[in-house]
């Protein structure tokens, strides 16, 4: 399994990049391989084993963010070191989906007898955009009746907060900047920026990279930037813009997911304008029109928004039978009765109906995905092979 990954990792799928057809064929060929059915579907692909009607999927994706700076060592080798596997993508998503492979794999050569097809789809767009991948997946194939996607943590997910991603855009001459840009995607936290004020004064910053969806575990390296310029854009960056979105009045909350995070990704001039990109969560209880409007009369007119994408939350019963399955497989292993979560980052289970994001973050682990030095416990993802083995077998099997 570890020497698989080690292969995928080398490939440098970075979204939106045609590395992410080359991880695609990868994984079929290893797949068909092992006697399993497979079909490419160009930007998706599947695999799959048993028989019977109903269809189990496991839905994940082989594209990865840009590997970003400050890497102690090439993000596109991976690199073991003190157990763990270090590389872009071994936590998001390609190590998980590997372990879901190689579950398939003892499942499809035990004597356990499937009454249901177990099917694991592999979408190549997942970090950027709509999603054309999976779109394209439901316009042509049947549909699993459920399953898991392995993308996020442990002991399962029966909730995602919405997801709006926009852009900000200021004209570059009243921004006070000649040029800026910082930042590798709008769902990373950026670890470096850079600019030039109209007076000629260059500044730089640096910080540190996280997930998007927590910029709490980062260091905003643009906002960084902003603290030390002057002008109309870093004025109206201070003044609205942090973390919680208090500054708009977008301190949004509920019971289920807590509070609304807002990141700014990315900076750029485009064209005559400075273009944020800016990433916001929202909880499970609020709609996109609600956020949007409330962005609009605190941004605008200093700022025009353009909406770029958009996915409502998700919000399941935690107590159904697929969760309780799942749940039963993960303390089989771990002996861990921890809750199932909601969280912020924005996964397939929003793609089709009655999927729950299931691993592979263990609780307590620290979240390293959209990271430099992204990596994952050897342990941990052979844990998680024994965890979704065992799910296959109470959910495909009964």
Known sequence: MIDTLKQLIAIPSVSQTKYTKDALRYVLALCESFGFSVHDGGSYGYAQIGQGEEMMGIIGHLDVVPAGQDWDSDPFTATIKEGQIIGRGVMDDKGPMMAAIYAMKDVYESDKH????????????????????????????????????????????????????????????????????????????PAWAKGQLDDGTWLEAKGKSAHGSMPEEGINAISKLMEQAHGPLAAFYRDKIDMQG???????????????????????????????????????????????????????????????????????????????????????????????????????????????????VFPGVELTEHQANERIDIADLEKAREIYRLAIEKLATD
């Open 246 to 360: 208090a500054k708009l009045h977008l301190d949004l909350a509920d019971e289920q997911s807590g509070s609304l995070t807002l990141n700014v990704g990315k900076v750029e001039v485009r064209g005559k304008d400075v273009v944020l990109s800016v990433d916001i969560r929202y909880p499970v209880s609020y709609t996109e029109a609600d956020v949007l409007t409330l962005l609009k009369q605190e941004v605008e007119p200093d700022m025009h928004i353009v909406r770029i994408s958009g996915k409502a939350p998700i919000y399941m019963d935690k107590n159904g039978p697929i969760i309780t399955k799942m749940l039963e497989a993960y303390r089989t292993v771990t002996h861990d009765d921890s809750d199932p979560l909601v969280i912020g980052g924005g996964t397939y289970a929003r793609a089709m109906d009655h999927i729950i994001a299931f691993g592979p």
């Open 114 to 189: 499937l009454n249901k097809r177990v099917r694991i789809i592999f979408g190549t767009c997942e970090e950027v955009g709509e999603w054309e991948d999976i779109e394209a997946y439901k316009a042509n194939e049947e549909l699993p009746t459920f399953g898991f996607t392995p993308d996020a943590d442990f002991p399962a997910i029966y909730g995602e907060k919405g997801l709006l991603q926009t852009e900000w855009h200021m004209p570059l001459k009243h921004s006070g900047f000649q040029s800026i840009e910082g930042g590798e995607a709008i769902n990373m936290v």
